[in-house]
């Protein structure tokens, strides 16, 4: 249980202020300090990291600056014994916010008032377009932290609230819970599908055509989760095709998302630039994660947020 330095790979500035993040410890027991590639570890060294890196298989722990890990070699860190830490747990908010802003968006076209704005045009918009979000139905897929943070805030729109997940454990604001099994019925009834699932092989893909064509024709989907969950050419076809009506997007097969894609052009489409999760205060919240694992790890308790 020994830990006795923590290290922060510079690759942390893709996320952080890595300076910043490092004065967040300055009242920490043990030394931080900052390391670029080529550092050697030992098991009384913890790493906090953005990128993945061969040499973290020597430290003791090891954490990841993001959600998403699936770039981390989760086998490996299993056969060496060491424990690797996601910063799941800390999104609900500002990512939740970001879904629930584009379905605002979304249902009382601030986007298209916006891309008016831009021509200098007093638009007037088709009788049938404008809609409420409330009473409207959100299917939900993925019930974790962000799941969790769009679903209350959803509901405290007066939204219904539907949901996906593998157990059936409940979540607040969420009225009914199905399985991966009945992903279909799920999302056939709903107006608005948010993606809030982590990209595993079992969710690779997960929303292509035959899907589309069960969602609603009216209805949008909301991908703030991991770009390939949704197979992109099939999306772009549906939307082209009217069998849903839009989408908004935070993540994206390939980012930046290409300048050719057929997306940057589509009225009814949000392209946003995985930014999410972005907040002033997002290092503090980080900061906050690691010290609490390291006093787990040092009382010897299973740490949070342990995905390997
Ligand atoms: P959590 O781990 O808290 O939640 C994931 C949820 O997905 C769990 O409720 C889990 O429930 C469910 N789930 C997992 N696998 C499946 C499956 N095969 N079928 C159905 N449900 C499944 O993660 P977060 O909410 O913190 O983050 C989710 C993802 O969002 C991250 O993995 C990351 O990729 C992405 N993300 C995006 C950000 C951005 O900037 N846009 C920022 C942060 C994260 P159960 O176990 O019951 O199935």
């Given at each position: 249980?020994?830990?006795?330095?923590?290290?922060?790979?510079?690759?942390?500035?893709?996320?952080?202020?890595?300076?910043?993040?490092?004065?967040?410890?300055?009242?920490?027991?043990?030394?931080?300090?900052?390391?670029?590639?080529?550092?050697?570890?030992?098991?009384?060294?913890?790493?906090?990291?953005?990128?993945?890196?061969?040499?973290?298989?020597?430290?003791?722990?090891?954490?990841?600056?993001?959600?998403?890990?699936?770039?981390?070699?989760?086998?490996?860190?299993?056969?060496?014994?060491?424990?690797?830490?996601?910063?799941s747990?800390?999104?609900?908010?500002?990512?939740?916010?970001?879904?629930?802003?584009?379905?605002?968006?979304l249902?009382?076209?601030?986007?298209?008032?916006?891309d008016?704005?831009?021509?200098?045009?007093?638009?007037?918009?088709?009788?049938?377009?404008?809609?409420?979000?409330?009473?409207?139905?959100?299917c939900?897929?993925?019930?974790?932290?962000?799941?969790?943070?769009?679903?209350?805030?959803?509901?405290?729109?007066?939204?219904?609230?539907?949901?996906?997940?593998?157990?059936?454990?409940?979540?607040?604001?969420?009225?009914?819970i199905?399985?991966?099994?009945?992903?279909?019925?799920?999302?056939?009834?709903?107006?608005?599908?948010?993606?809030?699932?982590?990209?595993?092989?079992?969710?690779?893909?997960?929303?292509?055509?035959?899907?589309?064509?069960?969602?609603?024709?009216?209805?949008?989907?909301?991908?703030?989760?991991?770009?390939?969950?949704?197979?992109?050419?099939a999306?772009?076809?549906?939307?082209?095709?009217?069998?849903i009506?839009?989408?908004?997007?935070?993540?994206?097969?390939?980012?930046?998302?290409?300048?050719?894609?057929?997306?940057?052009d589509?009225?009814e489409?949000?392209?946003?630039?995985?930014?999410?999760?972005?907040?002033?205060?997002?290092?503090?919240?980080?900061?906050?994660?690691?010290?609490e694992?390291?006093?787990?790890?040092?009382a010897?308790?299973?740490?949070?947020?342990?995905?390997?």
């Amino acid at each position: 249980n020994d830990l006795e330095q923590l290290y922060v790979h510079e690759s942390v500035e893709n996320v952080i202020p890595k300076e910043a993040f490092v004065e967040a410890f300055s009242d920490f027991p043990i030394p931080v300090e900052l390391v670029g590639d080529g550092e050697e570890y030992d098991e009384r060294d913890g790493v906090v990291t953005y990128v993945p890196g061969e040499e973290f298989l020597d430290a003791g722990w090891v954490h990841c600056a993001r959600a998403g890990y699936d770039a981390f070699d989760t086998e490996a860190y299993a056969e060496a014994g060491v424990p690797l830490t996601n910063s799941s747990g800390i999104h609900g908010a500002t990512v939740g916010e970001v879904a629930i802003g584009c379905m605002l968006s979304l249902a009382r076209m601030l986007h298209v008032y916006r891309d008016n704005q831009n021509e200098t045009h007093w638009y007037t918009p088709d009788y049938e377009r404008p809609f409420t979000v409330e009473n409207e139905r959100l299917c939900v897929l993925g019930l974790g932290t962000i799941g969790e943070g769009i679903a209350t805030r959803a509901d405290g729109l007066g939204m219904e609230v539907v949901g996906v997940r593998r157990s059936d454990e409940p979540v607040p604001g969420v009225s009914e819970i199905y399985g991966p099994d009945d992903l279909h019925e799920a999302i056939s009834d709903a107006r608005f599908v948010a993606i809030t699932l982590p990209h595993t092989p079992e969710t690779d893909g997960l929303l292509s055509t035959p899907e589309f064509e069960a969602m609603r024709e009216d209805s949008y989907l909301v991908n703030v989760a991991r770009g390939p969950i949704v197979d992109e050419d099939a999306l772009v076809s549906a939307i082209e095709d009217g069998e849903i009506a839009g989408a908004a997007l935070d993540v994206f097969e390939t980012e930046p998302l290409p300048d050719q894609s057929p997306l940057w052009d589509m009225e009814e489409v949000l392209v946003m630039p995985h930014k999410g999760s972005a907040t002033n205060r997002y290092h503090l919240d980080i900061a906050d994660l690691v010290k609490e694992n390291v006093e787990h790890y040092w009382a010897g308790e299973e740490l949070r947020n342990r995905v390997a």
